[in-house]
């Protein structure tokens, strides 16, 4: 059976600045997708990762439906009405335009779709990240996907050893969709130089060269390129199918124990290590950590598991502490170098407009001649 499985996701509003959504808010996100979603969706799962609300739909109209895509514009226009009324912090923040036209795509919500021929086992894993962009999942897929030091699958599985197709999209480039395509092993080289600065370029999908099936699909929309100002971090959703044709679930979730440096954290605008975390966890040191959540499911006919948390094990508090102390570590350096994102990265304007002033100050002086 063919299906698609849609994640959109939105900032629209939290409880304490930028902690999590009222509980009011998300009864009032999923109540609307319950109800409004009758003979339009097959199932539905809707959760949070610290201020940020998901809905992922399964159904079978197809990416970038118009109907399914309105579904969670109302539903989150129906929230930000509640959010409002509780005098939540950024009350509709991810809400970028007045009305909907068409569909989500750049009005703000981070969106990712795949659609795919139902297979007799089907493992999907939902990742959802806060307080980071979509680059931070360049390094965990770039493991995941193309390296046999965290995937031993790809030596050991005939299928795997064929390689992944990657799509690195060009976020700076705001005209269209500027993509290229690389494989993997042969474009290894060519993939890294890529994906090291994930400010630029970010994968947006991954696709096994052996079955011509999509593994990967990441939302790649960066909100300041939408409204030319800031107005939150991008909040990054990803979906990944896992196992036979594409890496194990635990080749995919391996490379999240390092706790890689992102972009992100208070103001958007400082490199943190993510944090694996439980389902529906809030945010709260310096604005952060970024965080990276997992639901796991399981799919027969569009319908949904119970969700599992991937991350609700004892192995991965130990990562937790050990991300803990890497942050804390990063806070003693302030705004001194890797600290702080580059000048073309902050995500405030602050900066920008001190130095224009300070630029005007500065003065060539004269070189001393020799004796």
Excluded at 229 to 246: A, E, H, I, N
Excluded at 317 to 342: C, E, S, Y
Aim: charge should be negative.
């Amino acid at each position: 059976m063919k299906i698609t499985v849609s994640v959109i996701k939105a900032d629209i509003g939290s409880v304490g600045g930028h902690i999590a959504p009222s509980q009011k808010l998300l009864d009032t996100v999923k109540r609307h997708v319950a109800e409004k979603g009758k003979g339009l969706l097959i199932d539905s799962y809707v959760s949070y990762t610290g201020d940020d609300i998901a809905i992922l739909m399964t159904h079978t109209k197809g990416e970038g439906n118009e109907q399914v895509h309105k579904l969670a514009w109302d539903a989150f226009v129906s929230g930000t009405a509640v959010a409002k009324q509780q005098g939540l912090y950024g009350a509709g923040q991810d809400l970028l335009k007045d009305a909907f036209s068409g569909n989500v795509h750049g009005m703000g919500p981070a969106v990712t779709e795949m659609e795919f021929e139902e297979r007799p086992g089907e493992p999907i894993l939902f990742f959802a990240a806060d307080k980071t962009d979509p680059g931070a999942y360049n390094f965990p897929l770039y493991l995941a996907f193309a390296d046999a030091m965290n995937t031993p699958g790809l030596m050991l599985s005939p299928k795997l050893a064929k390689g992944f197709k990657f799509v690195i999209m060009d976020v700076n480039y705001t005209e269209g969709d500027r993509v290229i395509e690389l494989n993997a092993p042969e474009d290894m080289y060519d993939i890294a130089t890529l994906l090291r600065d994930p400010e630029q370029y970010v994968v947006e999908s991954v696709w096994s060269r052996a079955a011509g099936t999509q593994a990967v699909s990441v939302a790649t929309s960066r909100l300041h390129n939408i409204a030319g100002k800031y107005t939150g971090k991008d909040d990054p959703v990803m979906l990944v199918r896992s196992q036979m044709d594409f890496p194990a679930t635990g080749e995919v979730l391996q490379p999240f124990a390092v706790g890689h440096f992102v972009a992100g954290c208070m103001r958007g605008s400082h490199n943190m290590p993510i944090m694996p975390v439980k389902l529906n966890t809030t945010i709260s040191y310096f604005d952060g950590p970024p965080v990276v959540s997992c639901a796991t499911f399981c799919i027969r006919d569009g319908k949904l598991t119970e969700a599992i948390d991937a991350f609700d094990h004892p192995f991965w508090d130990r990562v937790r502490n050990h991300v803990a102390d890497k942050a804390m570590d990063m806070r003693k350096q302030g705004f001194f170098g890797a600290a702080m994102l580059p000048m073309n990265e902050l995500e405030y304007t602050g900066i920008m407009e001190k130095l224009a002033v300070l630029e005007k100050r500065f003065a060539v002086r004269a070189m001393r001649k020799a004796a």
